[in-house]
């Protein structure tokens, strides 16, 4: 049996109150799906080139194209200007109870999607004689919807976008230490001023040091 992507519609960021969906009349023949990652570059002393320091997982996006028919020829769609009516209503239009668009689900074969539509661009392509569109052609791209439980799974890791306070160990070595923090020794000088350390040759064991956040 043909299964039909499906975009369901939901009135909260966790994805638990479903409101509606809306079934393709005809499934798309392709979609992409961009994956895109954040680099920084790393300071370092050779004058050589920078390390790429991983930043962040970007929001990831589905772009796709289908079509609407009222010809005859598909079964499903008898008005094309009502039929996209249904599909913004569901996917596009305002809801004044949550202050945004809906959030959705796109659900087809073994993808699953948790998004929200970023741009919808119509293209009708066939008219009757009096002028009322017959066929469209719908352009839409789908931007990566993360509840807040996913958000704070993520969120559980080291960052050095954060303030981090650490014990200096028993052979202490302040470039090591930044080492570990940000991935770049040569950082011991930023740390150094942000404690007022005078001599970073002689840190103390079981002191507490203060990794601020570095500017890109």
Not at 39 to 49: K, L, M, S
Not at 131 to 143: D, E, I, M, N
Not at 183 to 209: C, E, F, T
Request: hydrophobic share 35%.
């Amino acid at each position: 049996m043909l299964k039909k992507l499906k975009i369901l519609a939901f009135s909260d960021n966790a994805l638990g109150r479903k409101i509606g969906e809306y079934s393709l009349q005809i499934n798309p023949e392709t979609y992409s799906h961009a994956h895109r990652t954040g680099f920084a570059h790393a300071r370092g002393i050779d004058t050589a080139g920078s390390l790429s320091k991983y930043r962040t997982h970007y929001p990831q996006d589905i772009k796709f194209d289908f079509i609407l028919d009222a010809t005859g020829a598909v079964p499903g769609v008898k008005n094309v200007a009502y039929e996209i009516g249904n599909f913004k209503k569901v996917a596009y239009s305002y809801n004044g109870d949550i202050h945004s668009p809906n959030y959705l689900k796109l659900v087809w074969g073994p993808m699953v999607f948790k998004c929200m539509l970023t741009s919808l661009n119509i293209t009708y392509q066939l008219f009757s004689p009096a002028g009322t569109p017959l066929r469209a052609k719908l352009s839409v791209a789908f931007r990566q919807h993360l509840t807040p439980k996913e958000i704070a799974l993520r969120g559980d890791k080291k960052s050095d976008d954060l303030t981090h306070s650490r014990m200096v160990p028993d052979q202490p070595r302040l470039s090591l230490m930044c080492n570990d923090v940000y991935d770049d020794s040569s950082l011991y000088i930023k740390v150094a001023w942000a404690n007022d350390l005078n001599d970073i040759m002689h840190l103390r064991p079981g002191d507490q040091l203060r990794f601020p956040p570095v500017e890109d």
